[in-house]
């Protein structure tokens, strides 16, 4: 799970420049967000961008339990279909409002995380990858063939989307406009992105990366391993539940085949390909494995082959993902600059 | 040095087998407070083995063990950590993949006072006690003489370093019992010097150390008490001063090492 790259992301310049950048960069990608729904005004790639930011959500969600905390978690398609299925049949079943069955799902895919994980933290590596699989092919199963609650293959229809806002003074705020219901998912996922991003770079993330590089280490310095990974896991299965609530309203339709176990190699290509251990990284990684396949729709079947070697060429060459090849390509322009200076 | 101190580590009748292989059989041992106390005994001694059972990595098959009054069996290693015991590995368990400091600021997990909430929204709590561990950690890597390196990776120190960080890493913790397991291993002869100096400016500060160690002159020069086990068993419990002049240690120990 460590690998040489997870090195090079740590900071060994001195942290101050770096601070402030990072409140830079937040403007920028909050400025970014602002303005994509004004670039691409067409429905497809609206619905594209939504699209990104539910991967987006997914994808730092499992980067908290994987590259930080080290386990790997291939169950996080079970976490996004509960948040999903709970919430909507919330809705549907009892008629409870969104926002209260949004949180519900959140809470209900939290539980079912905390439920695996007690389970799990016994495992390691390969042993926690097979069960938290397993634990994925079953909550399948369950939507599936539970077909009186879920009712299985034939899937439900017509979900409502998020109901308005309406904040007085203003105009009402809908959400069957693919736009707002743009700025509603990836102003969520941005948020969480703060909350996770604040929370790694406090004494919680220093116990969650000495838990993912040596347990016995950390247990010699105090850390409760079993509490702290359930607690990973606890966070990402709700982030993954929040992704999950969005999706079915967005899509108006849920099948069980969304949440097929395939969703979970997914997201873990996205983390892998952006760089695990950063969280930068899985959100670059959501966005391009996202909008990639789409822009290869021109070739036909063969943007499977393209997209396939591309992820494996990363896997190869750049463990350290999209964010490991950034800071090659900085560190490069750096000393071309020094060189540059100096002759 | 002192004798007549409070007993910080008692342990009576200890036992730990693995298998057919009884590591350690029946050990006792009274470790005073602010003393050094030294663990010694050829290779498969069950040295290492005594010191997982006092650091809770192993869970002993029969006998007590308490730390300043406190029941220690069955308590796993992580509680043991914050009733002020901590301890270094044999075989180096850095988190080689982050800075030097970050392995020391990793070791003040048990002793952050923040309120939970300021974890996600970093508030002035959050700062004083991020600023405290880090000018502390700084310290703690100057004790050791790493404060240069403290922004290296921690995997590219040498190996002499790396023992002196495990030291730095488990003094984060603020225990009042240290143990070492074989700090000397691989270290040079200035680095052993400057190992001795540490040891005793730690224990002028009052902290327990128990130190699992082969190399004689640094135990013979700095231990208060010295435990000699083989294969599991007590062998002989003294001074320096006893242990040299003990025949059966001589016999068992000395002698085969001389040869």
Known sequence: MSNSATAQNLPSTPATSFVASRRFWLVVAAIVIAFLPAVFTDSYWRTNLIVCAINVLLAIGLDFVLGYAGQLNLGQSAFYGIGAYASTLLITQLGVPFWIAFIAGILLAGIAGVFLSMFAVRLRGHYLAIASLGFAVITYQVLLNWISLTQGPLGIYGIAPPPPIAIPGLPVIGFSNLANLFYLTAGFAFVVYLLLDQLVRSPVGETLTAIREDEVSAASLGVNGQKWKIFAFAVSSAVAGAGGCFYASFVGTLVPDAFFITESFSILAMVIVGGMGTLIGPVLGAVLLTVLPELLRGIGDLRLIVYGISVTLVVLFMPGGMVQAGRLIVERLQRRGREGTAS | ?259
């Open chain 2, 1 to 259: 040095m002192s004798n007549g101190g409070e007993i910080l580590l008692h342990a009576e009748g200890l036992r730990k087998s693995f298998g057919g292989v009884q590591a350690v059989r029946d050990i006792s041992l009274r470790i005073p407070a602010g003393t050094v106390f030294a663990v010694i005994g050829p290779n498969g001694a069950g040295k290492s083995t005594l010191l997982n059972l006092m650091s809770g990595i192993y869970q002993p098959d029969a006998g007590n063990m308490t730390f300043a009054g406190i029941d220690l069996v069955g308590m796993p290693s992580h509680r043991r950590v914050r009733h002020g015991i901590a301890r270094t590995f044999q075989k180096i368990r850095l988190f080689k993949q982050l800075s030097v400091l970050e392995n020391v600021l990793a070791g003040f997990h048990i002793r952050h006072e923040v309120p939970l909430w300021q974890y996600v929204l970093h508030g002035p709590a959050f700062r004083r006690d991020r600023e405290h561990c880090r000018s502390e950690a700084l310290d703690l890597l100057a004790f050791v003489g790493l404060k240069q390196r403290a922004h290296v990776t921690a995997g590219s120190l040498s190996y002499g370093e790396q023992r002196m960080l495990e030291i730095a890493r488990a003094l984060a913790t603020a225990p009042r019992l240290l143990m070492i397991d074989e700090p000397a291993a691989g270290l040079n002869a200035v680095e052993v010097e400057a190992l001795l100096g540490r040891i005793v400016a730690l224990r002028a500060r009052d902290m327990t150390v128990v130190m699992v160690e082969h190399n004689m002159d640094l135990v013979m020069q700095i231990a208060d008490r010295i435990l000699v086990m083989d294969y599991g068993q007590y062998l002989f419990e003294g001074t320096p001063a006893d242990v040299q002049t003990h025949p059966d240690v001589i016999a068992a120990y000395l002698g085969a090492e001389a040869k």
